[in-house]
């Protein structure tokens, strides 16, 4: 049974880091892809950085790149995202989702097959 734990999400100041942890059973992780998503209230559910665990590399959405950085730990299978120099507008419930495979590049939501429920990053004004 495939399963994704995100964790680590809380509320952080402007100009703060946290790192997100995404943990993951059920599957050869070493043979998946994963990515990072946020959904903020009223909008879209937005790829921010993916990794393909085939090969490591890794890919970041415009609006995030130099900011976060996604990162793993294949003995403990799970991905990281860091995130640093938070602003208000990364306030949103941040998933991270999982599909066979490599991939390459950010791909839509709709091609992962598997999601955790979410964590919440606040980050106030």
């Known amino acids: 049974q495939v399963q994704l734990v995100e964790s680590g999400g809380g509320l952080v100041h402007p100009g703060g880091s946290l790192r997100l942890s995404c943990t993951t059973s059920?599957?050869?992780?070493?043979?998946?892809?994963i990515g990072w998503f946020r959904q903020a209230p009223g909008k879209e559910r937005e790829g921010l950085a993916s990794?393909?665990?085939?090969?490591?590399?890794?890919y970041y959405a415009s609006s995030v790149k130099g900011r976060f950085s996604i990162s793993r730990d294949l003995g403990k299978k799970t991905v990281y995202l860091q995130m640093n120099n938070l602003k208000s507008d990364d306030t949103a419930v941040y998933y991270c989702?999982?599909?066979?495979?490599?991939?390459?590049?950010?791909?839509?939501?709709?091609?992962?097959?598997?999601w955790g429920q979410g964590t919440q990053v606040t980050v106030p004004p």
């Open positions: 059920g599957f050869t992780f070493a043979y998946w892809g």
């Open positions: 989702a999982a599909v066979p495979g490599g991939i390459a590049g950010i791909l839509p939501a709709k091609d992962y097959d598997y």
């Open positions: 990794l393909s665990n085939t090969d490591g590399s890794t």
